[in-house]
T-cell receptor
Framework: DQQVKQNSPSLSVQEGRISILNCDYT??????FLWYKKYPAEGPTFLIS?????DKNEDGRFTVFLNKSAKHLSLHIVPSQPGDSAVYFC???????????FGAGTTVTVRA | DTGVSQDPRHKITKRGQNVTFRCDPISEHNRLYWYRQTLGQGPEFLTYFQNEAQLEKSRLLSDRFSAERPKGSFSTLEIQRTEQGDSAMYLC????????????FGSGTQLSVL
């Protein structure tokens, strides 16, 4: 049962433009959400997170938005850079639990 | 900062053979996880240790899979009588109880079962 869904397997964006990655979840118990970034032949690395008590969290070029009523979150990357080309995973967890549930990932390609 | 290290990076084996993978977590992390990732999918939870205690095993983990974490330090994941369906990237991650959600992943072991 896929509790975290990333419905766009890929995204191509021009350098300097905004990248918007989307993620939907079904488990209303999730109260903490994370984005991980993965380069080929490497493990996922933590990028940014948001608690369910917030609707926005910003860290440099990366902003995550959370819409709890819609069970939807998004990651905005502005401006997109070639080094941002990677696979991005959305993950969610119930805070007192310890298991992250991951989406299938979105491959971002930033064109020069 | 040594990060999470996994060994080997790649493993090719014949169906029916046993394989063992090793994970060395970040030293001050008391939580250790094994995840499995197949092509086009996100990491799937396999099992979790807090210190040396294995607290949960996923239903994905058949009886052919066993994991240990002696003395709460490094961990091993063994797969007995490998099958072609076991081919995947096996990821180890560690974390601290205080920052439960933020896991640090190793580079993984890519298993190919021929």
């Amino acid at each position: 049962d896929q509790q975290v869904k990333q419905n766009s397997p890929s995204l191509s964006v021009q350098e300097g433009r905004i990248s918007i990655l989307n993620c939907d979840y079904t488990n209303s118990m999730f109260d903490y959400f994370l984005w991980y970034k993965k380069y080929p032949a490497e493990g996922p690395t933590f990028l940014i997170s948001i608690s369910s008590i917030k609707d926005k969290n910003e860290d440099g070029r990366f902003t995550v938005f959370l819409n709890k009523s819609a069970k939807h979150l998004s990651l905005h990357i502005v401006p997109s850079q070639p080094g941002d080309s990677a696979v991005y995973f959305c993950a969610a967890v119930v805070s007192n639990d310890y298991k992250l549930s991951f989406g299938a990932g979105t491959t971002v390609t930033v064109r020069a | 900062d040594t990060g999470v290290s996994q060994d080997p990076r790649h493993k090719i084996t014949k169906r029916g053979q046993n394989v063992t993978f090793r994970c060395d977590p970040i030293s001050e992390h008391n939580r250790l996880y094994w995840y499995r990732q197949t092509l086009g999918q996100g990491p799937e939870f396999l099992t979790y240790f807090q210190n040396e205690a294995q607290l949960e095993k996923s239903r994905l983990l058949s009886d052919r899979f066993s994991a240990e974490r002696p003395k709460g330090s490094f961990s091993t994941l063994e797969i007995q009588r490998t099958e072609q369906g076991d081919s995947a990237m096996y990821l180890c991650a560690s974390g601290r109880r205080e920052t439960n959600e933020k896991l640090f992943f190793g580079s993984g072991t890519q298993l190919s079962v021929l």
